[in-house]
């Protein structure tokens, strides 16, 4: 596959091709989408992806393909106070 990003655009850091897990918010609801190959900057952490790996989320999350549910917890930031330090 051709090499679409060289450097992050945020840090100019690396990218490296990677496989991750994708969260995608539609209609209010979550879905995680595994396995999805993306570049990642070794430095800042960002991901990018390839016009057509976007095409296929999209296609993936709103199609009926299986799925297993996981439970995920939703917390408040402002819950605990901030460190004295921040
Ligand atoms: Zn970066």
């Known amino acids: ?4 990003h060289d450097k992050c ?16 918010w539609w209609k ?3 879905t995680l989408v595994e ?16 016009g057509p790996v976007l095409e296929k989320i999209d296609q993936v999350v709103k ?3 299986k799925a297993r549910t996981v439970t995920v ?4 930031f402002n819950d605990l106070p901030l ?3 921040v």
């Open 73 to 76: 917890l939703v917390k408040k």
């Open 35 to 50: 396995n999805v190959p993306a570049w990642v900057c070794k430095q800042c952490g960002e991901e990018v992806f390839e």
């Open 1 to 4: 596959m051709r090499k679409l």
């Open 9 to 24: 655009y945020f840090c100019r850091g690396n990218l490296v091709k990677k496989k991750i897990t994708m969260d995608y």
């Open 63 to 65: 199609g009926k393909a």
């Open 28 to 30: 209010g609801s979550l």
């Open 83 to 85: 460190p004295a330090s």
